[in-house]
């Protein structure tokens, strides 16, 4: 496989990535954090990241918003919901 090919084969998976969590909303960042070590902040300070790489300049929030579909606030305010003691418990046993 060339090159080409296979970045292009990247960008279509981080895109259905992307679609998929924005699918499953009800999966919370902490959710993501306790199971896989990463959350939708942390995808979205990699693509910030990654464009500062090759020159470009996407700045967190606007990282997030690709990475969220929306504001991050827009987020908070529709989608995101206050841990409950066990999920704060599983991180933190997880993050010592």
Known sequence: MNQDTQ???EAAVFRRFLKHLDDH???QN???MILADFCRNCLSKWYSKAAEDEGE???YDQAREIVYG???DEWKTNHQ???T???LEAFNAKNK
């Open 85 to 87: 003691p066990e999920q």
């Open 25 to 27: 909303k009800e999966v």
């Open 7 to 9: 970045t292009k084969i």
């Open 70 to 72: 929306m504001t991050y």
């Open 57 to 59: 300049s996407v700045d």
């Open 30 to 32: 902490i959710d993501l």
């Open 81 to 83: 919901v206050k841990a």
